[in-house]
């Protein structure tokens, strides 16, 4: 089985530390970061690093598409985008070390053409196969149409691929009509999707049936602290983490989901998909990244979570 993620509208994140945050003066940086930035590109990390292989596509122009596309190569990750006329964005983050806070700025992302689309769906259809895993991640770049992702997942279902989405907003409730194999809201997802906050364990029983109803054949719903409630339709289960010290809930998500996508590739029952998925994002928050041999400390986290089986 191969695994494929598409990440559609990445960007390179700039870090600027600075000692305190003043307006009006010229700030220096003492230390700079840049990250390859793209859900997608985050799950192929995490699958990299507990012991899978994917390849990342998507759009990309400009010198930071360039960048993008060497610095995902160094770490080891297959690439095969297509390249936009326009540069890829770059979001700049600048971190106040005096009171720990932070402000961002994201930019938009460049414009697909409509035959950047096409050669995208080209792509696609030169590695599709029976039996692949496509993960498909983020938000849409200008240019793409709600229903992207819904194409998108009719063109694997027809070649015989399995989906998963990670969206929001309408993608997220247009891809959901095609019957993607698996999606992963969080809670604010699952309320823009059903109109009701998630408080309980009773409010995200009920969010998990409003996606199955939506068309979603699996659903884990991420519920940052307190874990993650995955559905196959059948077995409905809450996988709920330690107490951690959390670094960062940045890109959490993005790691339990490749944590659910390498142990899915396993053909682990549904149970074990669940700890997986969790235990993954409970090890991520407590240093923003997976060690590079990540198995090891992932096993010794599921063995700290609270497994409790609400629908066998």
């Known amino acids: 089985m191969n695994i494929y993620t598409v990440s559609v509208n990445p960007a390179i994140d700039l870090f600027l530390d600075v000692p305190e945050i003043v307006f009006d003066e010229v700030l220096r940086a003492t230390a700079v970061r840049r990250v390859w930035a793209g859900k997608g590109f985050n799950v192929s990390r995490a699958l990299q ?3 899978g292989k994917s390849t990342a596509l998507g759009f990309v122009g400009g010198y930071a598409g360039m960048a993008i596309r060497a610095g995902l190569e160094a770490e080891g990750i297959a690439t095969d985008f297509v390249t936009v006329e326009e540069e890829t964005r770059t979001n700049v983050m600048i971190v106040d070390l005096r009171v720990g806070r932070h402000i961002k700025v994201n ?3 460049a414009p697909v053409s409509a035959a950047a689309q096409e ?3 080209a792509c696609v259809r030169r590695h599709l196969k029976p039996g692949d895993l496509w993960v498909l991640t983020g938000s849409l770049a200008p240019g793409l149409s709600t229903d992207f992702y819904a194409e998108l ?3 694997l279902h027809a070649g015989g691929a399995w ?5 929001s907003g309408a993608a997220l409730r247009a891809g959901c009509a ?3 194999e698996l999606v992963k809201p969080n809670v604010a997802e699952a309320y823009d999707l059903t109109g009701e906050r998630v408080t309980s364990m009773e ?10 109803a939506a068309g979603a054949r699996r659903v884990a719903l991420s519920m940052g602290a307190q874990g993650l409630l995955y559905s196959d339709g059948e077995t409905l289960v809450h996988a709920a983490p330690p107490p951690v010290r959390v670094r960062t809930a940045v ?3 993005d790691a339990l989901l490749g944590g659910l996508v390498w142990a899915l590739a396993q053909g682990m029952p549904s149970i074990e998909v669940a700890r997986w998925g969790a235990a993954t994002g409970a090890v991520y928050v407590q240093d923003d990244s997976l060690p590079f041999d990540a198995q090891p400390v992932v096993r010794q986290m599921i063995e700290r979570l609270q497994i409790t089986v609400l629908k066998p």
């Open 107 to 109: 930019q938009t992302g």
């Open 251 to 253: 890109g959490a998500g």
């Open 49 to 51: 690093r507990l012991g």
């Open 163 to 167: 989906a998963a989405l990670d969206t």
């Open 153 to 155: 997942i009719e063109l």
């Open 203 to 212: 409010d995200a029983c009920r969010a998990v049936a409003a996606f199955h």
């Open 119 to 121: 050669k995208f769906r």
């Open 178 to 180: 095609a019957r993607p």
